[in-house]
């Protein structure tokens, strides 16, 4: 017999706040609001309703915190591509939609100038 322990509802809710963060903070880095827009309607990044064990969260977790931190840093080295491509697989494997390859993230971001975008969360809000 063997026990697996399901995964929990606390994971779930980080694992759609890591995919927010994604949305609202890595994509308008590399691309338009209309682009953003297109991979909403294409499910990209979209959850499946649950996981089904606790390692398999872990997994998803650990695969978008990788592939953030690869977005996120100054500059897309060559030495990043086999690890980006390795957790984007890893993310596909547990039903996320993730279509893009790392030359993508490159180009996108030598011709991204501006960081104004809808998707960016407000740095300040106003009160009523």
Do not use: W
């Not at 827009?37 to 695969?63: G, I, R, W, Y």
């Not at 957790?87 to 960081?115: D, H, I, R, Y």
Request: contains cysteine.
């Amino acid at each position: 017999m063997k026990i697996v322990f399901a995964s929990t509802p606390g994971q779930e809710e980080e694992i759609c706040g890591l995919v927010r963060y994604i949305y609202s903070t890595v994509f308008p880095l590399y691309f338009t609001d209309k682009e953003i827009s297109e991979f909403d309607q294409l499910k990209v990044l979209h959850t499946p309703d649950d996981f089904n064990t606790l390692k398999d969260a872990f997994q998803v977790m650990t695969s978008l915190q990788t592939v953030i931190s690869i977005l996120e840093s100054p500059t897309l080295d060559d030495q990043y591509e086999a690890l980006f491509n390795k957790n984007v697989s890893t993310l596909q494997e547990f039903g996320l939609f993730f279509p893009f390859e790392f030359e993508q993230f490159v180009e996108a971001k030598n011709m991204k100038n501006s960081v104004f975008s809808i998707y960016i969360k407000a740095a300040n809000e106003l009160l009523i």
